[in-house]
């Protein structure tokens, strides 16, 4: 086919007048010219095809150290959030540290008052605190919740911890809806509650993350020392394992278990 079609090329160009040769040549001209450009073309996507893919590397996620010397304990927390004590005038949360979401600062601070009774709707999902527990911090009314507040045991690294929650999925008169999650370390006589308000009835969302992070970094300090600030990075996942069970003895049971 190729060489009837070269033949017949060059006849037409043999007995063509010299303008009509001009213009074969021009057509084939243009045609060698789209054949190159289609085969540079299909060339160039092959290239791409096999080309290798560019993958950067995670970048590490950078948290601060605080440390306590009041209540004798280290945590690390995230970089949008950061250290409060706009709590101080609210009752039930003095000598309360307390970590909140930056973008939620300005309005806590606004209409956060000391005899707010709506502070509870306020913290949710935007505030975590570390606090020294005590039998009416960490079991808020046990006579009239009785049955209704959950306990377990979480294990943390090597660490056995108390594990309190009290949502409004087992009680629907909890204040404020949604539910609350307290976590007690005890080191010896010190007992410190970590504690964080969610809206939803079941503890989730980015809060939750951050609030399972900084768990895994807390510990108690050795010594007494000035509280200071430092950085360092997280690791991207870490896990909790949990062992629940239900409250439904008296309060002062419940301390102890």
Do not use: C
């Not at 507040?149 to 404020?176: C, M, R, W």
């Amino acid at each position: 086919m190729k060489k009837t079609l070269i033949i017949l090329v060059s006849a037409s160009l043999l007995v063509a007048p010299f303008s009509a040769r001009a213009s074969i040549f021009d057509d084939l001209y243009g045609a060698v010219k789209g054949l190159q450009k289609q085969v540079v073309d299909l060339v160039s996507t092959k290239l791409d095809l096999v080309k290798p893919v560019s993958i950067k590397a995670p970048t590490e996620e950078v948290w601060k150290t605080y440390a306590s010397s009041t209540l004798g304990y280290e945590v690390q927390y995230p970089r949008d959030f950061s250290t409060t004590s706009i709590f101080s005038i609210v009752p039930g949360y003095k000598n309360t540290d307390a970590f909140v979401r930056i973008s939620r600062a300005d309005f806590l601070q606004k209409i956060l008052k000391p005899d707010s009774v709506s502070v509870d709707l306020a913290i949710q999902d935007s505030v975590i605190f570390f606090r020294l527990a005590k039998l009416d911090n960490m079991y808020i009314n046990p006579d009239k919740y009785l049955g209704r507040i959950s306990t377990s045991t979480k294990q943390i690294g090597s660490t056995t911890v108390e594990y309190i929650l009290h949502s409004a999925k087992t009680d629907p008169n909890k204040f404020g809806g949604g539910s609350t999650e307290k976590i007690i370390f005890t080191n010896g006589s010190t007992t410190i509650m970590a504690e964080v308000n969610f809206s939803a009835d079941v503890p989730s969302g980015s809060t939750k993350t951050v609030f399972d992070k900084m768990l895994t970094t807390f510990k108690f300090l050795k010594a007494s020392s000035t509280p200071t600030v430092s950085t360092t990075t997280m690791p991207g996942t870490l896990q909790i394992s949990t062992s629940t069970s239900t409250v439904n003895q008296t309060a002062g049971t419940l301390l102890s278990q």
